[in-house]
């Protein structure tokens, strides 16, 4: 059975950092292109960082929106993606979930407030 597990969301203020982590099990992840999404109030979930499976490199993509902001990563040995957000705004607000890519697997999401 698959599981992935978010946590180090929070409350920040605007310009700062916060971690994400998506620990996984009944899954390999570096055998994956995995995705992390953001869901804003309201609004629908929306990929922001992609990182394909090893035997593609690892390649990592991201939107414009959190380019250069945030970095998207994989410990293989800990089995474990992660999310590093930095200069971080209010409208990076919202419930960010980890996922397999193009997979219906899903974390349980992980609320992020940025205030102003």
């Known amino acids: 059975q698959v599981q992935l597990v978010e946590s180090g969301g929070g409350l920040v203020q605007a310009g700062g950092s916060l971690r994400l982590s998506c620990a996984a099990s009944?899954?390999?992840?570096?055998?994956?292109?995995m995705a992390w999404y953001h869901q804003p109030p309201g609004e629908q979930r929306e990929a922001v960082a992609t990182?394909?499976?090893?035997?593609?490199?690892?390649?990592?993509f991201y939107v414009d929106s959190v380019k250069g902001r945030f970095t998207i990563s994989r410990d293989n040995a800990k089995n474990t993606l992660f999310l590093q957000m930095n200069s971080l705004k209010p409208e990076d607000t919202g419930v960010y979930y980890c996922s397999v890519f193009a997979e219906d697997y899903w974390g349980q999401g992980i609320q992020v407030t940025v205030s102003a």
């Open positions: 990182i394909t499976d090893i035997t593609d490199g690892g390649t990592t």
């Open positions: 009944g899954i390999i992840l570096s055998h994956k292109t």
